[in-house]
Nanobody, 128 residues
Framework: QVLLVDSGGGLVQAGGSLRLSCAAS????????MGWFRQAPEKEREIVAV????????YYADSVKGRFAISRDNAKKTVYLQMNNLKPEDSAVYYC?????????????????????WGQGTQVTVSS
């Protein structure tokens, strides 16, 4: 079992930046794909970005391409989401999650049901 703790959210003006962190404890995450999701009020949870276990395959939702960057430091058991040029529509609770399977190489078609462990979420609010 892995425990994921999300942090780094906050209030930022449009055009600003934030870096979210997801710290894992318990078992290793080095052989698991990791993802970031977000959920705005009265909306479904949506995938934002996913990185495979080695970091050489990454998926981004179209809405964040070119603005967000996911990365991981397996030695530190931490996954990051750098968010630049933030927009009010990026406001949501952001969650990190760990894949149910190990050694997944292709991450383009993953959904929430593929992830078995979730962080508690961190609020991101972007003001206009």
């Amino acid at each position: 079992q892995v425990l994921l703790v999300d942090s780094g959210g906050g209030l930022v003006q449009a055009g600003g930046s934030l870096r979210l962190s997801c710290a894992a404890s318990g078992r290793t995450i080095s052989n698991y794909a990791m993802g970031w999701f977000r959920q705005a009020p009265e909306k479904e949870r949506e995938i934002v970005a996913v990185i495979n276990w080695s970091g050489n395959a990454i998926y981004y939702a179209d809405s964040v391409k070119g603005r967000f960057a996911i990365s991981r430091d397996n030695a530190k058991k931490t996954v990051y989401l750098q968010m630049n040029n933030l927009k009010p529509e990026d406001s949501a609770v952001y969650y990190c999650a760990a894949d149910r399977r190990t050694w997944r190489t292709v991450v383009d078609a993953m959904g929430a049901s593929d992830f078995g462990s979730w962080g508690q979420g961190t609020q991101v609010t972007v003001s206009s």
